[in-house]
């Protein structure tokens, strides 16, 4: 015998109402992750958006920019949908060996200045709410981030 809680949809529709609350939580997080590394990286004399300026950028909006906003920052850019050779041509993959190194941002501005104290204090960051942790664990779980 099945009982049914009389909401008519086995609770498919709640899944799907949390999976797009929480893609429209992350969106703006990983979002600004993208925009505040290139900006990182051309602060600290980059052409190329290496992978330590990624890591840099996801742990300081893991912890400064969970809850800023809610939904895509820029949701022009999915609104229309791009063919493959269109997506190819906005960006230029580097041979790993031809990026340069990283030297991490030591100029006066304040905003890149928090960047290295969140990547500083990331061990011992402390996350306020159940979005936060999991963006540290996610964080904390990528084989690239660290390496």
């Known amino acids: 015998m099945n009982m049914q809680t009389g909401f008519g949809d086995g609770g ?18 990983m979002e600004k992750s993208t925009l505040l590394a290139a900006e990182y990286a051309k602060a600290c004399g980059r052409d190329t958006i290496v992978p330590e300026d990624m890591e ?13 906003s809610i939904g895509s920052t820029m949701p022009e850019i999915y609104e229309e949908e791009l063919t493959e ?8 993959d580097v041979d790993p060996e031809e990026c340069p190194d990283f030297v991490r941002y030591s100029g006066t501005d304040q905003t890149f200045l928090q960047v290295n104290e969140a990547f500083d204090r990331w061990n ?11 963006l540290k664990n996610a964080i904390n779980s990528n084989e690239h981030v660290g390496a």
Request: charged share 30%; aromatic share 10%.
């Open 124 to 134: 011992t960051w402390q996350p306020q709410n159940p979005t936060e942790q999991m």
């Open 56 to 68: 840099y950028a996801m742990k300081y909006c893991a912890m400064y920019k969970v809850g800023e």
């Open 12 to 29: 498919d529709r709640m899944v799907e109402q949390y999976i797009e609350t929480m893609t429209n939580i992350l969106l703006p997080v």
């Open 85 to 92: 050779e269109e997506m190819e041509e906005g960006e230029e």
